[in-house]
């Protein structure tokens, strides 16, 4: 089983070289609490940039390096698959955010989560970059997928907000 999902996405638009192996150090100052704290406090603030927001949206583009290396990564793995004889299923995942969601809903979501009115229209675009980038590999390259968000699109905004962690991470419920 090898996934690739919204976060892998979420790091190209932020930035980052899909080449470029990440390490993953706990940086020094983390170890205090008053500076971690801090830092959190820095990212929540961070998050709630609607031109940072619209900037990844804006860079969600199927003919940008990350994305043709996010794609060509997938095609990679179904050639190794296929070289023994298993094969690669697409999930079409669910996120919290989506279209939609109507007025109580979305205030439901933005008042029991940490989804924010600057990033919600962000998380809704993303899982719909990531769907029609699934669908479109998926009839491209004879690839199965597996449509989950249709099923968890049936259910309510407060029935949806136990069953994620944040955005776009399952519960255990």
Not at 11 to 39: A, E, T
Not at 54 to 64: H, S
Not at 69 to 78: A, G
Request: charge should be positive; charged fraction near 30%.
């Amino acid at each position: 089983l090898v996934a690739f999902n919204w976060n892998d996405v979420h790091y190209g638009l932020k930035g980052r070289d899909p080449d470029k192996p990440q390490l993953n150090k706990r940086r020094w100052w983390l170890y205090s609490v008053v500076l971690q704290n801090l830092h959190i406090r820095y990212l929540g603030f961070r998050d709630k940039s609607v031109s940072r927001n619209k900037l990844k949206i804006k860079n969600m583009q199927r003919d940008k390096y990350w994305a043709r290396r996010f794609e060509q990564n997938i095609l990679e793995m179904q050639d190794i698959a296929s070289g023994i004889n298993a094969r690669i299923v697409l999930v079409k995942l669910p996120g919290l955010c989506r279209e939609e969601a109507d007025t109580l809903e979305k205030e439901f979501i933005l008042n029991k989560t940490r989804v924010n009115a600057a990033n919600f229209p962000y998380w809704v675009k993303l899982n719909k970059f990531v769907s029609n980038m699934f669908n479109d590999l998926s009839r491209e390259h004879e690839m199965q997928m597996v449509d989950v968000h249709s099923f968890f699109n049936k259910f309510s905004g407060m029935c949806r907000v136990v069953l994620f962690t944040d955005e776009m991470h399952f519960s255990e419920e």
